[in-house]
């Protein structure tokens, strides 16, 4: 398996520690069903740690997009934290970091989900 | 060298891994190694998706020519072909939420130069070029 979800839940936010590749096909896919799944059970804060994540390529930074639109739609917050240096230079050149809220850890990431 | 491969998601792996070795019996570091293989990677998606449109009766073409100053890999489909001019700008504000279109624009920048020709059959011809580390002498000894 090219892509492995855990997700875990603090207070009301839903936590996704994702391991693997985010790549066109079987990556992409469980990307997108794991977090299809969690708006289809109510969630409303959603944070993907992808700092087991090493790899990705356009497809998967489309399901990273994908996800957080789809997550917006049902009026939730999707946010990212603990890239790796490569990923966080890919959301970078393609400007993606003024759409993502990316955080380092998580204490700074769950502190990011609490109203201003 | 030419490898032909069969229009399939398992043939964007393998073509990685086909340049990726290649480039590193080339002296490629790891750094331009990643980036080699991202852009094949890139490459090949996108002669599966747009130029053969999944159509398994198509073939992808993959051919690198080490020159003696570049890495020049070719990935040629049997689709209909494209303009670069034709190609949405992904960084454009009302582009970001896409959820494609972002392939060329990673080659680009991943390699020191991209091309788009025509293929022998009409197809697409993605002309990717890196500069070597080492570059390759007349006599055929490294310059370091």
């Known amino acids: 398996m090219s892509l492995r979800g855990t997700c875990r839940e603090v207070g009301d936010i839903a936590i996704v520690d994702f391991s693997g590749k985010i790549t066109l096909g079987e990556g992409s896919a469980t990307l997108r069903q794991t977090v299809k799944d969690l708006v289809g059970q109510g969630k409303k804060k959603i944070l993907l740690n992808l700092e087991d994540v090493d790899y990705i390529d356009s497809s998967g930074i489309g399901e990273l997009v994908g996800a957080y639109t789809h997550v917006r739609s049902a009026a939730g917050e999707l946010k990212l934290m603990q890239l790796t240096k490569r990923v966080k230079d890919l959301i970078q050149i393609t400007r993606l970091f003024t759409v993502f809220d990316v955080q380092s850890d998580e204490p700074a990431a769950i502190s990011a989900f609490r109203p201003k | ?144």
């Open chain 2, 1 to 144: 060298m030419e490898v032909t491969l069969d229009t399939q998601l398992e043939s964007v792996d393998l073509a990685e891994n086909i340049v990726t070795r290649v480039a590193e019996a080339a002296g490629f570091g790891e750094d331009d190694l990643h980036k080699l293989g991202m852009a094949v990677r890139e490459g090949v998606i996108n002669a599966y998706n747009y130029g053969n449109c999944q159509d398994k009766r198509k073939k992808i073409h993959l051919a690198l020519e080490l020159e003696p100053e570049m890495l020049v890999v070719h990935i040629v489909d049997e689709g209909c072909g494209f303009e670069l001019s034709e190609i949405d700008d992904c960084l454009a504000e009302e582009n970001l939420l896409r959820t494609s279109g972002r392939g060329l624009f990673l080659m680009r920048a991943f390699m020191d130069d991209l091309a788009v020709r025509r293929g022998p059959t009409g197809g697409a011809d993605l002309v990717l070029s890196k500069k070597l580390p080492h570059p390759v002498s007349g006599n055929g000894k490294s310059q370091t």
